[in-house]
């Protein structure tokens, strides 16, 4: 064993199927911006760059919600990104949204993937054994190295059924001391890199409770981090969301721990020259939705985007589109986080499908008023609850025909202070004609008379686009902090 070893560590997390080039939302001033970036070739040339500047001294992986997100992933349950992610030369992953296609889908793409899928968490339910591996083990450059999977812990609690059918997920917490301790007394590793799925709070609680992880590769929140954090002697790195980032961790270790360290996000620009080889799989992959995709279906005035807490244009847009649809007084969908932005001007079909890529069947359902308030703090407590264990799914549900004054930092049950419907106080009693889309957006245990209709999002997309042109999809102030 050296007594002094180098390693650089990439992160890649939450790209959610970008292919290719795509417009990203930066904060500048206080003011969003937009500038194209990302795409698979883009990030392969970066990784060729940094493996030839540092040869076999490179660990590269990926944090998951990779196989899901753009139209080409979603209608080949993503067997579209197969080569193309097999191209990049990534070492492990683990998953989240890679669920949505089901536990036999998923297990098939992984299997092919030229590297593991690891999840200490996953279990089946039928004998108990995990459904991916918990751990792997890598020599690189003369380093022994253990990477550890946690999975998404979320999938079976509030994510539709036929994502964990068969399954059982638990947060890991338990697993976790046991596989650190197998890697360091069996597999005699120098280096433990965790690459979860947990969120980023979630992990810094975990790692508060559990030693001996140098490293965690955090994914989930979208959080970009310009410099790590520390929580105990463990570097906690997060990359963004898209591919319009990699996280790149520079590490001395020196008798089994880090000694010094360089952390740079790198912003995946547009003047970077593709790599040409994957940029030639990407148009191979691409090729036969490409026409489709670039049809244009209207105009937006209003910059779309999923990029605040809250509100967000890009789902005003959505529950917009369902309310003329439908006729209803409210709207709900859930709060995504993915979803490329879309500038002013030319919407395409591609454009709609980043929006919301399951095209799910716009749905209707009658609530009370007393339901509706309980919806949200339920929604709320998942999103703000102080223990961040607790915190479960994306950002605060979506809403539209209503005005909602909240106390986040309430108790649970305590947040709702009033909600207005028009200029009328929420009515317990009343019943208020919903729209939604999936379950996430509407639970199953609200509301009577549901009813899942034929038309779709996308199809309710295109019809307002064409009534409303240009889009106008401005934030009205459905949650309000007081």
Not at 191 to 211: N, R, T, Y
Request: proline share 5%.
């Amino acid at each position: 064993m050296k007594s002094r070893n180098s390693l650089t560590v990439i992160q890649l997390n939450d790209s959610h199927a970008y292919f290719d080039l795509h417009q990203e939302l930066f904060w500048q001033g206080g003011q969003a911006v937009y500038r194209p970036a990302g795409g698979y070739a883009r990030i392969a040339a970066l990784i060729k760059q940094i493996r030839a500047a540092n040869p076999e001294r490179v660990l590269f992986c990926d944090c998951g919600d990779t196989l899901q997100g753009t139209y080409p992933a979603q209608i080949t349950q993503g067997q579209a990104m197969v080569p193309v992610l097999n191209s990049l030369g990534l070492d492990a992953m683990t998953a989240h949204w890679e669920f949505a296609y089901g536990p036999q889908a998923f297990k098939q793409r992984a299997a092919e993937l030229l590297y593991p899928t690891l999840a200490i968490n996953v279990y089946r339910q039928a004998n108990q054994e995990r459904l991916f591996p918990p751990y792997n083990v890598k020599e690189i450059g003369g380093l022994r190295i253990g990477l550890v999977g946690i999975a998404s812990n979320i999938v079976g609690k509030t994510m539709p059924p036929s994502f964990s059918e068969g399954l059982e997920f638990t947060l890991g917490r338990e697993e976790l001391p046991l596989i650190i301790d197998v890697l360091r007394t069996r597999e005699k590793v120098e280096l433990i890199v965790l690459i979860s799925h947990l969120g980023f709070s979630q992990d810094m609680k975990l790692l508060s409770e559990v030693e001996g992880i140098d490293v965690c590769l955090s994914g989930h929140t979208h959080n970009r981090l310009y410099k790590p954090a520390l929580q105990g002697k463990t570097l906690i790195i997060q990359s963004g969301c898209h591919g319009s980032f990699l996280g790149r961790l520079d590490l001395e270790i020196e008798r089994g721990r880090v000694v010094d360290f360089r952390h740079q996000l790198i912003e995946v620009e547009a003047n970077i020259t593709p790599d040409l080889a994957v940029d030639d799989l990407v148009r191979q992959t691409l090729a036969s939705y490409q026409e489709e995709l670039s049809t244009v279906v209207g105009e937006t005035a209003t910059a779309l985007n999923r990029g605040t807490t809250l509100e967000t244009t890009m789902d005003n847009f959505l529950l917009q589109a369902l309310l003329e649809n439908t006729g209803a007084q409210l709207a709900f969908s859930n709060g995504w986080r993915y979803g490329a932005p879309i500038i002013p001007g030319e919407v395409t079909l591609n454009d709609l499908y980043n929006i919301i890529p399951m095209n799910p069947p716009i749905s209707t359902v009658e609530l009370t008023g007393e339901e509706i308030v309980a919806m949200l703090e339920e929604n709320l407590e998942r999103t703000f609850a102080r223990d961040p264990y607790d915190q479960m799914g994306g950002y605060v549900k979506r809403g539209l025909g209503f005005n909602a004054y909240i106390k986040i930092e309430n108790p649970p049950g305590q947040r709702v202070q009033q909600v207005f419907v028009g200029d009328e106080p929420l009515q317990p009693g009343l019943y208020y004609p919903t729209a939604f889309v999936t379950e996430q957006g509407v639970a199953q245990k609200y509301g009577r008379n549901r009813q899942h209709h034929t038309e779709r999002s996308i199809e309710a997309l295109k019809a307002y686009l064409s009534k409303h042109r240009p889009l106008r999809a401005e934030l009205r102030g459905t949650f309000v902090e007081v």
